[in-house]
């Protein structure tokens, strides 16, 4: 405790992990900021005090410094930017979809402006685009008679149709082992270049047919399988916490 009666960060760091045991966690995960090295060997000693094993219950990562515009938050420096004024200024969205796409053991330099756009050079955008893309699909698709009687996976031939096919299958492994190495960039780089292969493959092949032009088996196939990235979309933004709008 300190001489003004305040408690330091450790106290607090040991009620909170007592806490985090009292709820029924058995194992802990910390992340910590770069500067905070120090702290892991205290960490593991309260592990041990509350009868824990510190090699098996508690696990401290390292992670990235934050910096905004290039300026680096620092209480000290007395720039720092709580929580809630960072969501305000630019959503759930774009906020935790930044945090997540950088490894978390690297510098992570946010750009607001950047995150603000509605454009394809906006990561979360890009992603979420191409999952309301895949809905925008399926409705014109209905309109137009075009139902999902028929799968023959013969019928794509397409280049694009074959790279899409081949990313679609890689999902439950990529998200398997992004679990196992607790690297859940791993799954946001996985939609990004999904979502590139989705939008090629949209320019390329068509899901309803060109005038007057009859419907024919491919036309139902290729509308599974835009319904299949369009759910790929949505298991991955929710694995994230990001919303998967419908329309953008």
């Known amino acids: 405790r300190r001489s003004n009666g305040e408690y330091t960060y450790f106290a607090a760091d040991a009620a909170y992990y007592l806490n985090k045991g009292d709820r029924g966690f058995r194992d802990k995960i910390y992340l910590l900021g770069a500067d905070h090295h120090g702290y ?18 508690i696990q401290v ?5 934050v910096s905004i515009n290039g300026a ?16 305000d200024w630019l959503g759930t969205d774009a906020l935790r979809y930044s945090l997540e796409r950088s490894p978390a053991d690297s510098p992570l330099d946010l750009d607001p402006e950047l995150l603000q756009k509605r ?16 809905h925008n699909v399926a409705r014109n698709a209905a309109d137009s008679g075009i139902d999902r ?17 081949g990313a679609l299958q890689e999902f439950p492994r ?46 139902r196939t290729r509308l599974w399988l835009n319904d299949a990235a369009g759910q790929v979309f949505r298991n991955g933004l929710d694995l994230l916490g990001v919303s998967a709008p419908e329309r953008m």
Not at 151 to 165: D, M, S
Request: charged fraction near 25%.
């Open 40 to 57: 892991v060997h205290r960490l593991k000693a309260v592990a041990g005090a509350a009868g824990d094993d510190p090699a098996k219950n």
């Open 61 to 65: 990562l390292i992670g990235q410094m």
């Open 72 to 87: 680096r938050l620092s209480k000290r420096a007395g720039n720092i930017i709580e929580m809630d004024d960072l969501l």
């Open 119 to 134: 454009t394809n050079d906006n990561p979360v955008f890009y992603v979420q685009y191409a999952h309301a893309r895949t």
């Open 149 to 165: 009687s028929v799968f023959a996976p013969e019928t794509l031939t397409h280049q694009t149709e074959a790279a899409l096919l």
């Open 174 to 219: 990529i998200v398997a082992f992004a679990a196992e190495v607790r690297e859940p960039h791993r799954v946001a780089r996985y939609l990004e270049e999904l979502a590139g292969l989705y939008h090629r493959w949209y320019d390329n092949c068509r899901v309803i047919p060109l005038s007057d032009a009859p419907v024919e088996d491919v036309h």
